[in-house]
């Protein structure tokens, strides 16, 4: 086999070699991690199986091997030198209790010298300060001593992935590239910077132990093995170049951009390495269903768009700038990640939008903070600031605290750039840095932290909590029976009560409940759990709901009704079968959602949650626009469609990676494992990865009714719905309302719109007059001319007219003012009125002078201890006292002149 020289080649050849060792191959799971809080993003390869090593569940199989698509989001700022990606693939081989040290340090180094062709004298070997055993190991491999060496807990201890998870010691193999004549092992003394020439390769995890969120380790019930190499990494060393962008990795990314970008800039080689890693990360990230967004993981995304696009000017490239590097990398790798081409066109709907919506923010908020660098005597690039920006520059600046160092720029001022302006912080200190000025990154973090909800901490200490008490019970799995069956005869097996466990519940507790089997469906895949009963001759209960928190068990929230209830009942369990019923009837139209939006809005619609309810579903779904009234009609139509039909809901079980490749759809927020359950409705229309109860025919849903579409996010979209009795008893008071209206009216069904509309036709010409009147009464009262209520002078220069007059609503008076601001040509408009036993006032101003509406409003504010406020042109204040408003009026040039000048 000749030595791989490109990234399918080394891909292919690690996994098949470990598959050589009877190892199961599984797919990259998605960047998004499945059910582990403490993770932004998957980070390594053994992040999806952190479940198998903790032994909280069982694996397909004790080998398996993958190549996981990864993401470090330390990286980001580091990314357009040689070494650092955001993206990356890590190939690995994982033990669950099987095979350890001995043989993963066997293979590893079958693969390094036999498959990969490494140079063995060029491997250098490190090892966990006090792991002699791996040592010998490497000794017995026929490694010399002077090869091997030991490093402390920084170096050779790895995990876990998180807050919390697996760990253990490690053994790293490191390539050397440099001169081996230069290397003198006897006296320690390898030359100047030798260490740059050590490259990283693969890591070996000797898996034994679980860290705890409070750092402590707790020996795991079995060992472990959890190795990664680093693909991009790999592939350069093989081709004997210096990074990855000069390998078929990036090769065609970098082509497009060098057809676009001059020679003659500087730095253009590293400013094109971040356009097209970013571009190539992003395209995974929105594939496997992340958004741009202010928070987690769609900030990460936001970050990595922003920054390509900054560095993108610095190239002069114009929009579009990051689709054609989707197109590309869809291209070279939808080969082994179906999801890039599949949703390829939405990926690139989503960076046209971001790239557009940020070209507005990045053209502002640097013409601000270009501004705000002035002020510290700093020269900044040629940056032509409009008006408004140097105003807001000037307002932000204002405001800081002058004991402050204003040398540099304030955690304030970044935070005002971020939070007003979406103006990212990184963006920020690099253009600052280019400036040759620092930011206060402290105080920033400061600001942040105070902006942010601590509250997820706390729910996630008390789900840790939690999780210890079920795993300390050292149960099996629950055997779920209710596909077949709502009822069971079950034996109790944990009762837990106010966070302990303990062997007696009595007196109408609320408890949670274990039992060995159970027909109650336990809340997964956005299906509520179910509730029901549990009864024998001596006790009674009610289940109230039932979740699955941890290893498959089954937790039954429930309430005594009467009786005792002791560990080792039999009891007869039953679900309640109506509200099962609705359920059921609810989770199948989701299918036929999801299949109806992909058939009419187009394939890119991918499934980002549901609530399956017994009494509505809620669907959503990603999609970057609006769906009109006849969009929703024709979808509402197709669903109808297939439920009369009365389609068979066909159910079978098949393995993950085969339900992949004959088309089911899975969802990047789930964690599947090895065997899975399928759901098909006249396949392949609807073919889904499902776990959930549903209907046999579709004719049992019943009558489907959409009942409202809106935006939950960027690129988010949610649909309510409802089927069967919800959906009647949603008819019966809609046609009751419409009786009710016809009734009022004096009409008929036929009639009643035409009536309705005129009646509507009527009250708005009417509206219209009325507001005439007002005004008219308003513009009336201005011309009643004494000292008193009107009054003109001139402050600072700027000429104002200041007027009490009789409005009888807020929306008069401004209009009132309005008019005035015409009038008057340049200058300021104030004028105030009595409406509801309180003082309003709007403050109305021409452009080009030297004191804008905004801060009129807020001097007035602070006089007559109201409240408002506003922008240049227009502001408004509203004052609870009305002898503070009348005063105002008698005087309004001293109170303004004290403040203005």
């Known amino acids: 086999m000749n030595t791989p020289k490109t990234a399918d080649q080394l891909r292919e050849s690690f996994l098949k070699f470990f598959e050589s060792k009877n190892h199961l191959i599984l797919p990259s799971s998605s960047l998004i991690p499945s059910g582990d809080p403490t993770l932004l993003l998957t980070n390594s390869g053994m992040a999806q199986f952190k479940s198998y090593f903790s032994g909280e569940k069982k694996p397909p199989s004790k080998r398996i091997t993958t190549s996981q698509k990864c ?56 090892i966990y300060k006090d792991d002699d055993e791996t040592k010998k190991i490497w000794l017995d491999l026929g490694i010399p001593e002077k090869y091997i060496y030991k490093f402390g807990d920084e170096d050779n201890w790895w995990g876990p992935a998180g807050d919390e998870g697996p760990c253990g010691p490690c053994s790293e193999l490191h390539y050397f590239t440099g001169d081996l004549n230069s290397m003198d092992f006897e006296n320690n003394n390898w030359g100047p910077n030798i260490h740059e020439d050590f490259i990283e390769l693969y890591n070996l995890v000797f898996t034994q132990f679980y860290r705890e969120i409070d750092g402590k380790d707790t020996k795991l019930p079995f060992n472990n093995i959890d190795t990664g190499m680093g693909l991009e990494r790999t592939i350069s060393v093989l081709n004997k170049v210096n990074s990855a962008y000069e390998t078929d990795i990036f090769e065609d990314h970098l ?59 610095k190239l002069k490239l114009e929009y579009p700038i990051l689709s054609p590097i989707a197109e590309v990398t869809s291209s070279k790798l939808n080969h082994i990640y179906p999801e890039l081409k599949e949703k390829l066109n939405f990926i690139i709907s989503v960076l046209n939008k971001e790239e557009q919506n940020f070209n507005k923010t990045l053209s502002y908020g640097t013409q601000v903070l270009s501004e705000l660098i002035r002020k510290r005597n700093k020269s900044f690039e040629d940056v032509d600031s409009s008006r408004d920006a140097l105003d807001t520059a000037n307002d ?71 999780q210890k008490i079920y795993s300390s019970l050292n149960l099996d799995p629950t055997e779920f029976t209710g596909y077949t069956s709502l009822e069971s005869d079950s034996e109790i097996l944990g009762l837990i009560k106010n966070g302990k466990s303990v062997k007696e519940i009595k007196n109408n507790d609320l408890f949670e409940l274990i039992i060995d089997k159970s027909p109650f469906y336990a809340e997964k895949g956005g299906q509520i759990g179910d509730s029901g009963f549990g009864r024998n001759d001596k006790t009674q209960l009610e289940i109230l709901d039932t979740t699955s928190p941890y290893g498959g068990i089954f937790i039954h929230k429930a309430k005594l009704k009467n009786g005792n209830i002791n560990l080792g009942n ?9 509200r099962r019923e609705k359920i059921r009837r609810n989770h199948t139209a989701t299918h036929l959602v999801h299949a109806a939006l992909r058939e009419i809005v187009g394939t890119h619609v991918r499934q980002s949650g549901s609530l399956v309810h017994d009494d509505y579903l809620r669907f959503d779904f990603t999609s970057l626009e609006a769906l009109d009234r006849k969009t929703l009609k024709k979808i509402e139509d197709r669903v109808n469609l297939s439920v009369r039909e009365n389609l068979e809901v066909e159910v079978y079980f098949t393995t993950y990676n085969k339900a992949i490749e004959e088309g089911a759809l899975a969802f990047f927020d789930e964690k599947y494992e090895h065997e899975v359950r399928t759901i098909k409705i006249d396949a392949p229309w609807s073919f889904e990865l499902c776990g959930g109860t549903h209907m046999s025919k579709t004719g049992g849903i019943g009558l489907f009714k959409i009942l409202s579409e809106n935006g939950i996010g960027s690129g988010n979209r949610r ?62 009262s201005l011309g009643t001319r004494n000292n008193s209520i009107n009054q003109e002078f001139s402050l600072s220069n700027t000429k104002i007219s200041c007027s009490k007059v009789t409005a009888s609503n807020i929306g008069s008076l401004r209009k009132a003012g309005d008019l005035q601001r015409t009038k008057i040509g340049k200058g300021i408009v104030i004028l105030g009125s009595i409406m509801e036993q309180k003082g309003s006032i709007v403050i109305m101003a021409t452009d080009n002078n030297s004191i804008d509406a905004n801060y009129i409003a807020k001097i007035i504010a602070e006089e007559t201890n109201g409240g408002g406020g506003g922008n240049k042109f227009s502001a408004q204040v509203g004052i609870k006292n009305i002898s503070e408003f009348d005063k105002f009026f008698k005087n309004p040039k001293e109170i303004l002149e004290k403040h203005i000048n």
């Open 71 to 126: 993401f470090r989001t330390t990286d980001i700022e580091e990314v357009g030198d040689d070494t650092h990606l955001t993206l990356f693939e890590m190939l690995g081989n994982f033990s669950f209790g099987d095979y350890f040290k001995k043989e993963a340090c066997e293979w590893a180094l079958e693969f390094m010298t036999d498959v990969l062709k490494f140079d063995v004298n060029r491997i250098f070997f490190t």
């Open 255 to 313: 082509k497009g951009l060098n057809k676009l970008v001059s020679k003659n800039i500087d730095n253009s080689d590293k400013y094109k390495r971040i356009i097209a890693e970013h571009g190539r990360s992003a395209s995974f990230l929105i594939a496997d269903g992340v958004l741009p967004e202010n928070t987690g993981r769609g900030y990460v995304l936001r970050r990595l768009i922003r920054r390509a696009m900054v560095t993108a000017k």
């Open 396 to 466: 932000i600046y204002n405001k800081l605290d002058k004991k402050e160092d204003l040398s540099i720029l304030t955690g304030f001022e970044a935070f005002n750039l971020y939070d007003t302006y979406g103006f990212p912080i990184e963006i920020t200190n690099e253009l600052c840095q280019e400036a040759g000025i620092d930011i206060d990154k402290n105080s920033f973090k400061i600001i942040m932290a105070k902006q942010k909800d601590i509250s997820k901490n706390s729910s996630q200490t008390k789900k840790n909590q939690d």
């Open 570 to 578: 039999i009891l007869k369990f039953n679900v309640d079968k109506k």
């Open 719 to 780: 649909i309510f719905a409802t089927t069967g009795v919800g959906t009647e008893q949603l008819v019966d008071e809609h046609f009751f309302t419409l009786n009710s209206i016809m009734k009022t009216l004096s009409t008929n069904n036929d009639d009643v719109i035409d009536k309705f509309n005129n009646l509507y036709e009527q009250s708005k010409q009417q509206q219209k007059e009325i507001e005439s009147l007002q005004l008219e009464l308003t513009n009336q």
